[in-house]
Nanobody, 118 residues
Framework: QVQLVESGGGLVQSGGSLRLSCAAS????????MGWYRHTPGKERELVAY????????KYADSVKGRFTISRDNAKNMMYLQMDSLKPEDTAMYYC???????????WGQGTQVTVSP
């Protein structure tokens, strides 16, 4: 059974930091590119960052470039998103997903809520 479980969200003041974690199970994690996505009600889901299967390449949305860092540990089947210099506009539910081409593969999990106060 494939599972992606996000954690690490919370309430933080503007300028603060959070580290999100994604625990993967039920598939060969090291074979898949992975991405972090976020969703705010009334807006489309947005790709925040993605990382290739071996972790050798990453890409970020312009809105988070220079502030967020995506990483993974294939030995532990874990992916992370270090978020620094957080802004109120980063407030969203954050999800991790497998990447397939330019899209996603699989079902969305429960996500982890990030709320940044002004």
């Amino acid at each position: 059974q494939v599972q992606l479980v996000e954690s690490g969200g919370g309430l933080v003041q503007s300028g603060g930091s959070l580290r999100l974690s994604c625990a993967a199970s039920g598939f060969t994690f090291s074979n898949w590119a992975m991405g972090w996505y976020r969703h705010t009600p009334g807006k489309e889901r947005e790709l925040v960052a993605y990382i290739t299967s071996a972790g050798g390449s990453t890409k970020y949305a312009d809105s988070v470039k220079g502030r967020f860092t995506i990483s993974r540990d294939n030995a532990k089947n874990m992916m992370y998103l270090q978020m620094d210099s957080l802004k109120p506009e980063d407030t969203a539910m954050y999800y991790c997903m497998r990447r397939s081409g330019n899209g996603v593969f699989g079902s969305w999990g429960q996500g982890t809520q990030v709320t940044v106060s002004p």
